[in-house]
Nanobody
């Protein structure tokens, strides 16, 4: 059973920064890819950023230049560094990982950005 545990959420003012962490119970390089999603109230869950097995990264246009996904293999942890936060970034942020068989979700961490 794979577990993904997010941490680092909280409340910040617009323009502030937060770093989210996702600790996996499995060696993360065994996953095909890992990603961060977010879901705001009344909206669909959306993809924020991805990092592949080979280390390639990509991010949504809405966060490009502000959010950075990275990983620390030795800690089996993926990060989402979020800078220049906006009220529109307010959401529950979820960690996701997939292998050849399944996709796995974390429980989510709340990020609230006030103006």
């Amino acid at each position: 059973q794979v577990q993904l545990v997010e941490s680092g959420g909280g409340s910040v003012q617009a323009g502030g920064s937060l770093r989210l962490s996702c600790a996996a119970s499995r060696i993360i390089t065994m996953f095909n890819a890992m990603a961060w999603y977010r879901q705001a109230p009344g909206k669909q869950r959306e993809l924020v950023a991805t990092i592949t097995k080979g280390g390639s990264t990509n991010s949504a246009d809405s966060v490009k230049g502000r959010f950075t996904i990275s990983r620390e293999n030795a800690k089996n942890t993926v990060y989402l560094q979020m800078n220049s936060l906006k009220p529109a970034d307010t959401a529950v942020y979820y960690c996701y990982a997939n292998d050849l068989t399944f996709g796995y979700w974390g429980q989510g961490t709340q990020v609230t950005v006030s103006s």
